[in-house]
């Protein structure tokens, strides 16, 4: 094709078709027509109040698209008459990386077209789009920004320059991020990496395409794939562009360095250097001025630093226009000092995050060590039930027969940061259930313990029978952390022919595939821990030995957590011998394992560690099962408590109800409990409601808080309680506080990792 590649779009919005614009026209559907085979096409349009967008989706009339989804965040919907397009408008302000992730769940084509509401797709970019979906073998194909003389001018076409010489000059795979202005990417592509990051509002496109990359997926840059850029710069913004970037790029490697460690960013030797060469230049003009003496060397210097620089700053330009060429002469110095402020700003901006977080991490450790020794009920681990709904009915469970009772209620968001807010910095925060992931707020959830708790530990169990949402749950809240551990514990009670009998058919398989689904993510995100959780029960008590041994072998886990089956009471027939016998089996094993075999996660001192933790925890739950003795004084309502899904807080979950210290205030989510099998995607409806406080303490405004109940009468009442009685059951809700701070415990344990490590 030899017309010009914008002709068609101009005369198109000018209503003045001519013979040889008609002709293209046929030729073009003629061509896509022809592709019965071809791979479906979708497009999303992320827009905010923009003034192109007709224009926009006048230029895609050529492309085989089956569907077009335009995501709306302007105060006022668009008028789209004449366009057939889902308009998806969301009346708020997002970021363009939410609203892409939006659109993508609205389109369910082989490939997704990421297009810029400015951008407009030239024919030879139409024809490229076509190829790709013929032969339907690429990952991840982005374009490139082409000059038009009617569209942009001279300050456009220096900023279209720089990107083509940026995003095409390396050919390295390994080394190309891709912008999303205009971006191809395979649908399953996209859903295996969780799509763009949306707690990043700047530089998402080079996040996305370095996960890609390092997910084993292919970043295409080809030039061939052009679009005009229909965004006007002055100077000013121009140079405010490249200090925000800047920053921002900084800010976003140093908050995801796994997802961009060994990845170059494209700079290329003639961006590098020219910027150093402008950089340089005026400082040493500045030198040579105040120096009275100035001799040869230093005009030398000059002169070598502006040849240098016409140099390699020109052939950045050299396909450019000679107006163009001008004004990068001129501005290219402002470019590069504009780039080095944001660059600075954004190592001062991490280096101050850093320092901060240091500074407050180290103040919650001594409001922690405080809370340890003076012991006035004020937590330093939190067991946070966030729901009583479940897909599974599991044998051993202890709220089975309550599963499908009405729902009592679950805390709002509002009710949730308050109270993190009360508790404030904790070592543990486990988050459980029910399942947890049939709360769609969940990653809002953790975002706010995170804030506001800011847990060394942060752990959830999960039945893992939700994979996608589970991934994308995890992912979101690994992208929102930026200190502790996040640590998924994934139920596995057995075998699969045992497994499935405890839980429900097809449970076994679930679990595997979601633990698999979630591999991958480790190798971007250092604190993210996948453990295995079993239970021995009647049930599995006979090959849990074994199972424990397979376990280790097979799926490799960080760490393996082996419960002991209880009765939910502390008035309960004896445990079964031979479930106490087949646990004493395992947790040697696992033990004799921790002592010798490979723990990727944890180095010499981290593994001795924790082989005592077990070695400890083993010999505490066997006396306690064996004897019914009592070991040591429970931390329980001194330093650990359960907040229940209702907002009901507890001093320990195996309490009889009536001994609970009240109901924290505030809003409540109700609805219908879950039963039967919820599908993959299925969204868990609730409705908003108040539920009022039925607790006995209250803050100043007669409201029930979590402070005003643990330190109401009640609580100190039972704290009182469960010391006199020697109140007792196996611990593994409190075992690492019992172990660690139960003073006759805790010197045993401390002790004995001393000698472990120096004798070893």
């Known amino acids: ?152 001018g001279s300050v456009e076409g220096l900023q279209n320059a720089v990107l083509r010489h940026r995003l095409s000059g390396v050919r390295n795979p390994s080394a190309v991020m891709g912008s999303s202005s205009h971006m191809l990417v395979r649908r399953d592509v996209f859903e295996q990496i969780g799509g763009f990051n949306p707690e990043i509002d700047s530089y998402e496109d080079f996040e996305f395409s370095a996960r890609c990359i390092k997910s084993g997926f292919s970043v295409e840059v080809d030039t061939r794939l052009a679009a005009v850029h229909l965004k006007k710069f002055s100077v000013v913004s121009l140079l405010q562009d490249y200090i925000r970037k800047s920053c921002k790029s900084i800010l976003v490697r140093g908050r995801y360095p796994l997802v961009f460690k060994g990845l170059k960013m494209n700079l290329g030797v003639a961006v590098a250097g020219s910027w150093v060469a402008a950089i340089l230049l005026p400082l040493v003009l500045l030198g040579v001025t105040l120096r009275p003496n100035a001799g040869i060397v230093d005009v030398g210097v000059i002169l070598g630093l502006f040849i240098y620089y016409l140099v390699t700053s020109q052939k950045i330009f050299s396909d450019a226009r000679i107006g163009v060429k001008i004004v990068a002469f001129i501005v290219w110095p402002l470019i590069a000092w504009s780039t080095a402020t944001g660059t600075l700003a954004g190592m001062t901006i991490l280096f101050g995050k850093k320092v ?130 996040l640590i998924l514990f994934f139920s596995l009670d057995g075998p699969e022919e045992i497994h499935d009998a405890i839980r429900g058919e097809n449970s076994y398989a679930r679990v595997i595939k979601c633990f698999e689904r979630l591999r991958p993510l480790q190798r971007l995100y250092p604190n993210l821990y996948l453990n295995v959780v079993t239970t021995v029960t009647p049930d599995n008590a006979s090959v849990m030995p074994e199972f424990v041994s397979d376990v280790l072998k097979d799926l490799n886990p960080n760490a393996l957590s082996i419960n002991l089956f209880r009765y939910h009471s502390l008035n309960h027939p004896p445990i079964p011998v031979e479930v106490i016998d087949a646990y004493e089996e395992a947790t040697s094993k696992y033990a004799d394992y921790l002592t010798h075999g490979d723990l990727d996660y944890y180095g010499f001192f981290g593994k001795k560690v924790l082989a005592i933790k077990e070695v400890v925890q083993k010999e505490l739950i066997l006396d306690v099962a064996r004897n019914d003795t009592f070991v040591t004084p ?80 009640q609580a100190k009442e039972l704290r009182s309680w469960i010391r006199d009685t020697e109140c007792r059951c196996t611990y593994e809700c409190a075992m690492s506080t019992n172990t660690l701070f139960s003073w006759p415990l805790a010197r045993s344990t401390y002790f004995r990792v001393f000698r472990n490590l120096v004798t070893r």
């Open 1 to 152: 094709m030899s017309a010009d590649p914008l002709a068609f779009e101009s005369k198109a919005l000018e209503g003045d078709l001519s013979s040889a614009s008609d002709r293209l026209r046929l030729d073009v559907a003629s061509h896509f027509q022809k592709m019965s085979s071809q791979a479906s096409l979708g497009v999303v349009i992320p827009s905010y109040c923009s003034t192109h967008l007709s224009r926009v989706l006048l230029a895609l009339r050529e492309l085989p698209a089956e569907e077009i989804v335009v995501v709306d965040s302007s105060p006022d919907e668009p008028q789209l008459d004449g366009f057939s397009v889902h308009l998806r408008h969301l009346g708020e302000r997002v970021s363009a990386a939410t609203a892409r992730n939006i659109g993508a769940k609205n389109v369910s084509t082989d490939y997704i077209l990421f297009l810029d509401s400015d951008v407009l797709l030239s024919n030879q970019a139409r024809e490229v789009i076509a190829e790709i979906l013929e032969s339907a073998d690429a990952d991840v194909v982005c374009g490139l920004y082409q000059n038009d003389p009617r569209e942009n």
């Open 356 to 485: 901060k977080n240091l500074f407050q991490s180290l103040l919650d450790w001594i409001r922690l060590v405080l809370r340890i020794v003076i012991r006035r009920g004020m937590p330093v681990q939190i067991v946070h039930y966030v729901t009583a709904r479940c897909n599974l009915r599991c044998e051993h469970c202890f709220y089975k027969e309550t599963l499908d009772a009405p729902n009592p209620g679950e805390m709002s968001l509002e009710t949730l940061e308050k109270t993190m807010s009360e508790i404030g910095p904790v070592l543990w925060y486990s988050l459980a259930g029910g399942e947890p992931f049939l709360r769609n707020d969940l990653t809002d959830i953790i975002g706010l313990v995170q804030k506001r708790c800011r847990p060394k530990v942060f752990s959830f169990p999960t039945n893992g029978w939700f994979v996608e949402r589970t991934f994308s749950q995890t992912l979101r809240s690994l992208q929102r952390m930026d200190r502790g551990n």
């Open 634 to 713: 429970c931390t329980a309502g001194s330093l650990s408590y359960v907040i229940n899904e209702d907002g009901s807080v507890a001093a320990c979950e195996i309490l009889e109800s009536k001994q609970n210290l009240g109901q924290l205030s505030g809003t409540q989510r109700s609805g219908l409990p879950l039963s039967g099998e919820q599908s993959e995607g299925a969204e868990v409806v609730v409705a908003l409601g108040t539920k009022p406080s039925t607790g006995n303490g209250s803050d100043s405004n007669g409201e029930a808080s979590f402070r005003s109940l643990i330190r109401s009468e």
